[in-house]
C-alpha cells in the first residue's frame, strides 16, 4: 500500500466533489431533500468552501491523497512559520478505517516534530476521526460551537514551555 501525493487541478474537481459529499451522507440522508437538490447543495457548498480555502489560505497545498497511484482522498495543508495546519483531511469510506489517515497524520507528526511547528487541526464534535487525533497526542483547545480547534505540540514545545 502506498501512499503518495499529487497536486489538485481543476480536472479534480468531480472527484472532490464526491469527496466533499461523502463527508456530508450522514447529514444529507436525515434531510429531506431530492437527489437534485442535495446535488446542487453539495455543489454550492464544495464551491463555497474551495472558495474560502484558496482565499483565506494563499500558500496552501492541495492534494489528492493517492494510494497505489489512484485518487482516494484529498489533504489540503498550510505551512507557516509556527504551525502546520491540517485545513482538511478526508478518505472516500472505503478506505476509512485501513490505515491509511493514521499514516498520513504520523508523516505530519514526523514533519512537526522535526521543524518544532505545532499541528492544528479544525475537528467537528460528530467526526468519527477525533478519536484518531485524540490517541496521536491532539488536545482540544477551543470549542466554536461546531468543531473543536486541536493542537499537538512537538516535544521540543513541551520540554522548553515546562523547563525540561
Given at each position: 500500500m502506498k501512499i503518495s501525493f499529487r497536486k489538485v487541478s481543476e480536472d479534480d474537481f468531480p472527484f472532490l466533489?464526491?469527496?466533499y459529499r461523502s463527508t456530508r451522507e450522514e447529514e444529507l440522508s436525515q434531510a429531506n431533500m431530492s437527489e437534485e437538490d442535495k446535488s446542487r447543495f453539495?455543489?454550492?457548498?464544495?464551491n463555497a468552501q474551495h472558495t474560502h480555502y484558496s482565499q483565506a489560505y494563499k500558500d496552501a497545498e492541495f492534494n489528492l491523497i493517492l494510494l497505489d497511484d489512484k485518487p482516494v482522498g484529498r489533504l489540503y495543508i498550510w505551512r507557516t512559520e509556527t504551525q502546520i495546519r491540517i485545513m482538511d483531511i478526508a478518505l472516500l469510506p472505503d478506505f476509512q478505517g485501513k490505515g491509511v489517515g493514521t499514516r498520513i497524520l504520523q508523516?505530519?507528526?514526523?514533519e512537526s516534530e522535526k521543524s518544532?511547528?505545532?499541528?492544528t487541526i479544525h475537528v467537528e464534535y460528530f467526526n468519527p476521526a477525533l478519536r484518531l487525533y485524540e490517541r496521536l497526542g491532539f488536545k482540544k483547545v477551543d470549542?466554536?460551537?461546531?468543531?473543536?480547534?486541536?493542537?499537538r505540540?512537538?516535544?521540543?514545545?513541551?520540554?522548553n514551555k515546562f523547563g525540561l
Open positions: 466533489r464526491k469527496v453539495i455543489e454550492f457548498q464544495f508523516s505530519i507528526i514526523q518544532g511547528k505545532k499541528g470549542d466554536s460551537g461546531i468543531y473543536f480547534y486541536m493542537e505540540l512537538p516535544k521540543t514545545v513541551i520540554a
